[in-house]
């Protein structure tokens, strides 16, 4: 015959090793991060005495963070802007850094358009203007 301290161990080992299987471990969720950016560019639509122009503004987290214009691409009334962006290999003092880069859409007929800001590739922002 089993004592009753055994049997209350033995009944309480029998209950961990149940609910053992029962019981997840969760991990902490690490929140995704769309290209590390400290912030989404700015796009600012600007009309002038030579036509239209837009302004990109960004704050970097360092000034070893590579952001720069590659080009544009105008497809019917949408403007496509591609921007290439690199983290820095290295540590690097973490001190905001604006980046501010105008680009000359030129002289522009009456209508809806679109600018399109892609970093890498990928598609960060939209705004819309009307030219009239």
């Not at 690490?30 to 704050?59: C, H, Q, R, Y």
């Not at 030129?106 to 990928?122: M, S």
Request: aromatic share 10%; with cysteine.
């Amino acid at each position: 015959m089993i004592s009753g301290k055994i049997k209350w161990i033995l009944v309480f080992l029998i209950v961990v090793i149940a609910l053992s299987g029962c019981v997840e471990k969760k991990e902490p969720k690490v929140p995704k991060k769309e290209a590390n950016l400290s912030s989404k560019p700015n796009i600012f639509v600007l009309e002038t005495d030579s036509g239209w122009k837009v302004n990109i503004l960004m704050a970097l987290p360092t000034p070893c963070h590579k952001f720069g214009y590659v080009g544009k691409q105008l497809r019917g009334n949408e403007y496509y802007l591609d921007f290439s962006y690199e983290e820095p290999e290295k540590p690097c003092a973490q001190v905001i850094t604006n980046y501010n880069h105008t680009i000359d859409l030129g002289k522009l007929e009456k209508g809806d358009y679109t600018i399109i800001l892609r970093i890498n590739g990928e598609v960060v922002k939209k705004a819309n203007f009307k030219v009239s």
